[in-house]
């Protein structure tokens, strides 16, 4: 491969991580790592839901905040009221401020760039909020800025096959040597397998295969398995 593409939340970080430290800093009731886990994940499917409305301004970024929080809530009987949501999406962004690299994702990306790979970020987001985590996480010694593509600045957002076109026309690619590496099957792997880009899913959530045509090229379950891919 040439060019190595990476999504961001989830992707290179664990996103679930921060969710969790904020949620114990929140809510009093107690819960197992696997209730955590299984409200992180209601919250990131509730957002992902409405992520196509607030592109559209159907809805706005602050409901989106809100409800993500106020509906995974429900599922455990927890009561959180708008006003709680929005400290919860506060005290979510002051711990965003603190994120890092999955382990073993420096040594991926210092690999990569001493072979000399084109390396570039494509993330779904508002590009102000976005570029924050990239800056947190130091991604600019490894991907210059101009080959950071955020969907809030371009105008279009995964899985829309327009978001990798004009990916593909900024770097010039070539297709069939350019792989796509994120965690959302739905975004990530059907977005870059329909335009003909090689891709490869970081499964480290364990989700189930939606039903359908479209394959991933590899899965991997860690950052250690992707690493031995391109090692």
């Known amino acids: 491969m040439d ?6 939340d989830d992707t290179l970080y664990d996103q679930a991580l921060t969710f969790k430290k904020t949620y114990k800093k929140m809510f009093q009731k107690p819960l197992s790592e696997e209730e955590l886990d299984k409200l992180y994940i209601t919250s990131r499917n509730v957002s992902d839901a409405l992520f196509d409305k607030c592109e559209a301004g159907e809805v706005s970024i602050l409901d989106m ?6 509906e995974a809530c429900e599922l455990f009987d927890i009561v959180c009221s708008e006003k709680k949501a ?11 401020q603190k994120i890092n690299l999955f382990p073993e994702m420096e ?15 494509l993330t779904n987001g508002e590009g102000k909020h976005q570029s924050m985590k990239i800056k947190q996480l130091g991604l600019e010694q490894w991907i210059p800025a101009e080959h950071h593509f955020i969907s809030g600045d ?6 829309d096959r327009e978001v990798f076109h004009i990916i593909e026309e900024k770097l010039q690619l070539n297709k069939k040597q350019t792989v796509y590496i994120g965690d959302s099957f739905d975004n990530d792997i059907i977005g870059a397998k329909q335009v003909g880009w090689q891709a490869i899913w970081m499964n480290h959530r364990k ?14 379950y860690n950052v250690k398995e992707l690493l031995e891919v391109f090692c």
């Open 3 to 8: 060019t190595i593409i990476f999504d961001v």
């Open 65 to 70: 905040q809100i409800r993500r929080i106020t």
């Open 86 to 96: 929005l400290e919860f999406q506060q005290a979510y962004l002051e711990e965003q």
């Open 107 to 121: 040594a991926l990306l210092n690999f990569l760039l001493k072979e000399n790979k084109q390396l570039a970020l």
């Open 154 to 159: 371009l105008g279009h957002a995964k899985p």
């Open 207 to 220: 989700r189930a295969k939606p039903e359908g045509e479209i394959e991933p090229d590899r899965v991997v």
